[in-house]
């Protein structure tokens, strides 16, 4: 289903809609904006993901013991020791 609905653009984005158009890249104004829309929303989609991935990581680190600062720096230079990168500056 789709809707006719009204949107205001800048003379600048006309143009550049409107020369895609007529490169043959859309077939139509509506195609352009719709296209916009459905990366913007798959942008957001991907932003938010990424957040939630975020806060899951945080709130797995908070519900964890602590690691005091010495202790965290021991571990990463172990963890490079193990990957071959001592030369590192931690």
């Given at each position: ?23 043959g ?9 719709q ?18 991935a ?6 797995q ?8 600062l010495?202790?965290?720096i ?17």
């Open positions: 289903m789709t809707v006719k609905t009204s949107i205001s653009l800048t003379d600048e984005q006309e143009a550049y809609a409107r020369g895609l158009v007529e490169a890249h859309y077939p139509s104004l509506s195609a352009v904006i296209r916009g829309l459905e990366v913007l929303r798959h942008e957001t989609e991907a932003r938010d993901l990424e957040l939630e975020l806060r899951l990581l945080i709130d680190r908070l519900a964890g013991p602590f690691v005091d010495e202790e965290g021991a571990e990463i230079r172990a963890l490079r020791r193990r990957k071959g990168n001592a030369g590192s500056s931690l």
